[in-house]
């Protein structure tokens, strides 16, 4: 019996990467989580204070020796230079300290559906190579080109519009229709809770020494035009609001490869998950 527990290490404690920690500790795994700021963390986690702009800040990550790396940082801002700092420069920083770690299995990078700059008129799919058409989608396909250079196994987890808990943009949206987007394109999202799950299921997956694919796409099993989710989530809400219904635009996302590896999503859609919002949201007003 080798008694090395399993380590996964996750650079980025945000939303998503503190439900993603939670998760994994659930799931048996050790967790150690890197942040810039130390503020109100899970103090059930290990926590490194270090800045992934910062290279000498993240020295101290050479001795941590995970099994499992990702990298789910968000940047501070919309612009170039910020996404450069936050995903080409700081994975190529955070993957240059585990350049001796012979335990080193996976890298996961989390990026963005927004490397798919193109509309397409079927489903686009991981088969379909990403053409992006602002910096935004630039800057994350050079990040996760990255990934090519890696000695171990490593995959893109290419997420669609994430909502959940505290990601109330659509349900804020549907109150007023004056305030609804000008174009009714296509949209795509993925529950935080799921994509959390997902990348579970993945490192599970890692340990278990099943064969990954280098990119997956992840969003739930219905694309559908945006004012479709804003009429339901007026209608659920009372707020009713007549609106045209021809999609205009924007792209339709496949998570085929996703569903493949067997994960199974808790909100397919999105009636599933904005009811369970919804839902939430009474409980606490009442």
Request: with cysteine.
């Amino acid at each position: 019996m080798h008694n090395h527990f399993n380590t996964v290490l996750i650079v980025g404690l945000g939303d998503l990467g503190a439900e993603l920690a939670k998760r994994l500790q659930v799931a048996g795994l050790h967790v150690v989580g890197v942040r810039r700021s130390i503020s109100n963390a899970d103090n059930s986690i290990q926590v490194i204070n270090a800045d992934v702009t910062q290279p000498a800040s993240l020295n101290v990550l050479e001795n941590v020796k995970p099994d499992i790396v990702i990298y789910c940082v968000a940047a501070s801002g919309q612009s170039d230079a910020e996404y450069k700092a936050a995903y080409v420069d700081g994975l190529r920083n955070v993957l240059a300290t585990q350049h001796n770690n012979a335990q080193l299995k996976h890298v996961f990078f989390v990026s963005s559906t927004r490397v798919y700059g193109q509309e397409v008129d079927g489903l686009l799919d991981e088969s379909i190579p990403a053409i992006p058409a602002d910096f935004g989608g630039e800057r994350l396909l050079e990040a996760e080109g990255l990934l090519a250079g890696v000695q171990c196994g490593a995959s893109a987890l290419r997420l669609s519009g994430i909502y959940g808990p505290g990601r109330l943009r659509m349900i804020n949206l549907a109150k007023s229709a004056a305030s609804w987007p000008r174009q009714n394109s296509w949209s795509n999202r993925i529950h935080r809770d799921d994509a959390a799950a997902f990348m579970v299921f993945l490192c599970q997956q890692v340990l278990a020494k099943q064969p990954l694919h280098d990119c997956y796409i992840v969003t739930d099993s219905k694309p559908v035009p945006q004012y479709d989710v804003l009429s339901w989530i007026a209608e659920a809400t009372h707020n009713n609001q007549a609106a045209p219904l021809a999609p205009d635009g924007g792209k339709r996302l496949s998570n085929q490869r996703m569903l493949a590896t067997g994960f199974k999503l808790q909100y397919p859609d999105y009636q599933a998950g904005y009811g369970a919002l919804l839902a939430q949201l009474y409980t606490q007003v009442n």
